[in-house]
Each structure stands twice: as C-alpha cells, then as structure tokens.
C-alpha cells in the first residue's frame, strides 16, 4: 500500500497551466480523482480500519494486489488519455478495460474491508468505521453504473448517468471517506474524545440520503426533466444539514485545543481542510439553486469550487493521514519537520491563490456570459488570473515534490527490506 | 451483530431509493422523441467529401468538451436557437460540456467556411487574434476534415425565427418584468407620451444620435463605434420592451451610457414613446432570416497546414501552393461540383484549382 500511496504523488494534483492541451486535463482529473485520493484513500483505509477494529487486515495478499491492479490502472490511464483513447464522458474517460480493472479492485478492497470488520475485537462501531462501511458498498456500484462502458444511452439520459456518477464519485466517495477520515484524526491528533457520537450519526444519515441525487444540478439549464433537477437541486440545499452537523462536531470537539494545530503538523492539515470544507459545502448549495447557477455556470468559478473540495479539503485531509500514519506504520519520524511545513505553507498559499484567481475568473466570465458579450472580447481579461493560477500551479506541485521527497527518505534512510518488515509488523501490532 | 445489521440494511435501502427515483426512473419516463429532424444530422456530409460522424470521434478524443459546451441556454445571446430534449436522442457519449472556456458550439454548423474552420483548428490566432484555444495542427489532414464536416453539421441548420428579444427581466415572462409593467403609467402609443419624450431625447440623446435619429450628432465623429441609424425598417420591429431595455442598459462595447442610472423609469417610457415615431427611410435592409447570406454548403477546405502555421511559412514555393492562396478562396466557386471537392488527395484538388485559377 505504501507503493500504491508512493507512485500516486508526482501526479498529485498535477496543475496543468489552461493553455496546455485538452489530454492533460483529461489526465490531470483521473490522475487526481483515481491516481492520488482513491489511492491515498484506499490505503488510509487500510490503516484505519484494522486500527479501530483491533485487528489484523483480512487478507494481506489481497490487499498487495489490489494495490498491484490500482496502479497497472493508473499506468494504463497515462498511455491511454494522453494518447485521446477516451470514452468522452467527464471523469468517466477511462476505457473498458481499465473500468472493469478498477471495478475489480474495488470490489476487493471492499470484501477486504468487510471482512476485517466482521473480524473485529471491538463492539461498537466508530462512525469512521461507518463512513468506509458505506462508501466501499456504494462507490463500486456508483462506479460501475457511472462508467456506461457497455451502453448507448440517448444524450440527455447519458448526461443525467453521467452527472449521478460524476458527482457521487464525490460525495459518495470523496467526501463519506475523507469526512470518515476527519472523524478518525481529529480526536486522535487532539487526543480529545469525540464531542457527540449521536451527532456524527446524524451527519452520516444525512449525507446518504441527500447526497447522491444531487447530480442533475450539473445541467440545470439543460432541457432534463424539471422534476429531476428539482429532486437535485433540493436535495443539494439540505446538504448544508449533514455537514453543519458534521463540522459541529468537529469544532466541539477541538474546542479549547485549537493552539495544537499550531506545533502539531498533521493536525495542521487536518484543521485547514475542516475550513476548506465549511466554505466548499457552503458555496455548494448556493451554486446549485437555479438563480445562481443561471449566473455562474460554465465559468472558472465551478473549477475554483471543484479544487476547493478535491484540493482544499480532501486533498489536505489525505495529506494529514499520512504524515499521522507513516511514522506509526513504519516506526520512524519523519525525515524532515521543515520539509512538511514548507509543504504546507506552499499548498496552503498555493491553493489561495488558485482559488482567488480561479473565482475571479469566474465572475468575469459570468458577468460576459450574462451580458451576452462575445467569448473572444472577455477572454482576454482573463488572462492574467490565468497567469496567476499557473504560478499557484507550480507551487502547489513544488509543495508536493517536496512531500514525495520527504517519504522518499523517510522511507528509505535504512534497507528497503526492514522498513517493508517494520510496516508489516506495525500493521500487525494495531 | 443487531447494531450494524440494522445500519446495513439502511445503507442498501437509502441507496437503492435514490438509484430508483434519480437514475432508473428518468430511464422509464424520460425518453424524449425527435419529430422535428432537429437533431443533429451526420449522414447529410457526401461520404466522398468526409465523415462526420468520424469527425465526432475526434471531437471526443481530443477532448474539444472540456471547453466547448453543446447546449444554449434561455440566456445565452447569440449562440443559435434553444436546444430541445430531442435534440440530443443519437448523442452518445453526450457532449453537453460542463465549462465555457471557449464559445459554445450547439449551432456552430454554417456559421463559418470550412475554410476558416480549419484555418482556426490549425492556427486558432491567425484567424480569430485573442483566442486561447489550442493548436490542432498536429491533426492528420483526414481528422481534421473529418472534423470540419462535423463542426458544420452541429445544429443541423436551426434557424433562428425571431429578432432578439429583451431580456427576460423586461417581459411579463418573469415577476420582475411583471412588476415593470405595472409600474409603468406611460402610454408609449400616445402622441402626447411621444411629444414629452422629444424633449428627453433631443436633451439627452440628439448629441450622438441626430435630431432625427441618424446616428449623426455632432458627437459621432469622435466615436469610433458610431450609433445606429434609428430609420432603418430594422428599428421598426423593436418591441417597446426592447426599446426600454436598450435604454436603461445601454449597449455593451460602445458608449452607448446606461440611461436607468439618470433617468426614471417614466421618462424612459416616455423615450420609448418617441423613439416609436421616429421616422423610416427606404433604405434596403436585411430585416428577415431568408436575406442573410448563407455559407455554401459543407465542402472540403482547400487548406494546407503551411498557410495559418507562421512558422512553416517559408515553404509554401510549390506551384500547389501558389494556387491555394487564401484570396483565391475567398472568392465564391458555385460551380465546383461537390465530389472534385471532396476528394482528399492533394493531386486533385491541386489540378482542380489550377484549373479554376486559369479561367
């Protein structure tokens, strides 16, 4: 898992500059959706679970082939987009081969999961424990009916798959394991007790029932039926129920030891992406009704809104875990303290930066779209938010080269093979 | 076990609900039919000219959607007639786009010449300054006249049937425009509406656009984006709406001023009342769809990639070359019959415009 987790870095958030070509972006999206956070997430999961429930993973060989089939996955996704074998659906661009690969290792990974849970030396399930539970039993079919590999849909109907898919890959994986995964490091990071267990079963029931029709509110202004993109859009606003709850919770639970997160790194991150967060599931309702969306959709602004969640929240969240995870699982300390806080201070600014630009960007465009002004006039004042989101580009994936690094050597100061003993045995031990 | 069994039975329940109402559900009762022959139509391109539906393989390859949206919306001004559910039924993958970073393409077939269309794949800037769009020079010349004829089949020539109308705000389509109309006490049919309106037009407006409404008061010589002339039976359709909203929003890209931040709106009605009076001259005008003139019909671009690539501008020295001038093709060629267009080998397109440059 650890390689799994390695090879995902260098093309982690891999911030193509706007003028590069449409295949980068295609890569760009997989790369980070299946490449970094499923990768990270998976393997986070792997830690995690066998940690809250006192026992050893199911199968450690199933878990190194899935690991295997991920990666054979992403290498196949790199010749094949940047070459434009695409299936043209957005964020659903791999083709079938690699679909079915990828459903396979899912599927796997989640009786591996399963397994282990029912193996369990612990009564009670943590709510992180819940938030896997679900995600492993809804992404492998949200996976799988969103991928329309072997179907033709008719268009709107392909768009309406389309969306279910390409949001829930979001809020039915993304968010319920990365939320999953808050609700695991924040008390142990702060070594404070949850605040409320009621609380955060709130949150989860909210977030399976309203999170995934919200689809159809991607093509508001599509001609698809108008019950539907009223189910979407309702169900988009009572969205704010499960994470006000959820980030309740959180806040409660780090009241009074906020001043952690300023020696405490990893809390560090894990703090920022609970901001990220609030402010990205904020802005999500109130981009999804109709009056807004009319103004802002199609522009930059949805792309800032997007990086907000992948990047801001999960991304930082995944980062967190495992700078908390490396140490305890291979029992040595970091290689470099200053090398994660300049990671963070670079992904943090970096990310500002984007998001600044990006929304800006966004407001121009919407402000020329509503106007009815011709593309080619407004284009041009875009430019230079363009310009400064590369350079928040290259900071970004500057922090992360520094965080490959820093596992790179963390990892390797001593003989490959004791460190894979170490790792082994320390997931023995939890 | 009762405390996650129960949880379990939750998840799959909630999640099997929400797979019913939002995606098998628009399956069964969503199934949109194309009486009108709107959609879009790739057969209609001779297969000896190109192949269309190939071109829209490679419109998916290269990933055209990530910028280039399919869909107009009630809102979009400019970008062709309103897309319906039908629109769309042979459309798969669908390629609704989900971001604007470039223009939308729902009816960009017939807009542009072919040629143009491969010059702007080729060399976006040289045909269009300002454009961020990509190269696609790198296009075999079979994929890129496949999606030439592609480009040209989108919106299968929808038309456009009414003028622009003004935005919904203005009409009595929403409750702001509702609300508008109520306000409104003017009687923009009345000659005693119109009488009060003279004096707001000719102290404020008359300096740019003419006592008469010419568009030439004394201030148009400076303006490098001159006013219209009011006279032209084109002016004579403006609903009263129209008028009102020209007026209190003016026109973007020229100095016409946005009047609702002096003026209120009863002396804005009034305006309109005026402005309905104005006279009309005999001029000719294109005031229906029929007059526009309209590209030829889709055909294979006579371009080679040395014209619009700056950088392989040198080489273009052959006697081929020569004749493929872009002033040449500029001029109509009605009679070229379609198949000598169509064929993709340089021999013959060659021999065919060398004949044409004899005559």
Known sequence: MIGGLEFSMPDLVKNVPQLAFPHMRMFHVNAVAVGWLSMGYVGSIFYMVPNLCKTKLWSERLGNMTMWAWNLVLVGAFCTLVNGNTEGREYAELGAILDVLVAVALVLVALNIYMTILNRRVKKLYVTLWYFLGSLFWFPLVWIIGQRTFVALPGLNDAIVGWFYGHNILGMWFTTVGVGMMYYLLPRLTQAPLYSHGLSMLGFWGIALFYAPTGTHHITQSPVPEWLKAIAIISSIFLLVPVLTVLTNFFMTMKGRWGQAVTDLPLRFAVTSCMFYLVTCVQGPFQATRWVNWYLHFTQWVVGHAHLALLGTFSFILTSAIYYSLPKLTGKEFYSQGLIRAHYWLKFLGFLLMMTSLTIAGLIQSAGWAMGIPVDQWGLQIRPYWFFRGISGIMIVLGQLLFAYNVWKTLYTKPAESVAKAAKAAEVKA | ?359
């Open chain 2, 1 to 359: 076990m009762h405390s996650y069994r129960l949880g379990a039975i939750g998840i799959v329940t909630t999640f099997f609900i929400i797979i019913f109402s939002t995606v098998l559900l628009p399956m069964v009762l969503f199934n949109p039919t194309d009486k009108e022959h709107r959609s879009n139509d790739y057969t209609k391109v001779p297969s000896n000219v190109a192949d269309a539906a190939r071109g829209r393989k490679i419109y998916v390859r290269e990933g055209c959607f990530y910028c280039h949206t399919q869909f107009t919306r009630l809102q979009d001004r400019g970008y062709g007639p309103l897309v319906k559910a039908g629109d769309f039924i042979w459309e798969t993958p669908h390629q609704l786009g989900t971001a604007r970073t470039g223009p939308d393409l729902t009816n960009e077939g017939g807009r542009m010449a072919s040629e143009w269309q491969k010059a702007h794949l080729i060399q976006p800037r040289a045909v269009k300054p300002g454009s961020i769009m990509p190269s696609f020079s790198y296009l075999s010349e079979r994929d890129m006249n496949d999606l030439v004829a592609y480009l040209q089949c989108l919106g299968n020539r929808r038309e456009v049937k009414d003028f622009v109308e003004a935005p919904d705000e203005y009409r009595t389509t929403t409750p702001a425009g509702v609300a508008l109309h109520n306000r409104k006490t003017v009687d923009t049919n009345a000659s005693a509406s119109a009488n009060a309106g003279r004096g707001i037009y000719t102290q404020n407006c008359a300096v740019c656009h003419g006592l008469e409404g010419y568009g030439n008061g004394p201030n148009a010589l400076s303006l490098e984006k001159k006013p219209p002339n009011f006279s032209r039976p084109y002016y004579k359709q403006y609903s009263d709406e129209f008028w009102f909203y020209r007026t209190s929003e003016g026109v973007v890209g020229t100095r016409m001023p946005r009047w609702a931040e002096t003026l209120t709106e009863e002396q804005r009605w009034y305006l309109v009342a005026y402005l309905k009076t104005l006279p009309q001259d005999q001029e000719v005008t294109i005031n229906n769809v029929n007059q526009v003139n309209k590209v030829e019909d889709i055909r294979l671009p006579k371009l080679s990639n040395q014209q619009y690539e700056p950088h392989h501008g040198g080489h273009g020295h052959q006697t081929e070359g020569d004749n493929m001038s872009p002033s040449e093709h500029q001029m109509p060629q009605p009679s070229a019959p379609s198949s000598s267009e169509g064929t993709n080998s340089s021999t013959t397109t060659g021999g065919a415009a060398t004949k044409e440059g004899g005559h």
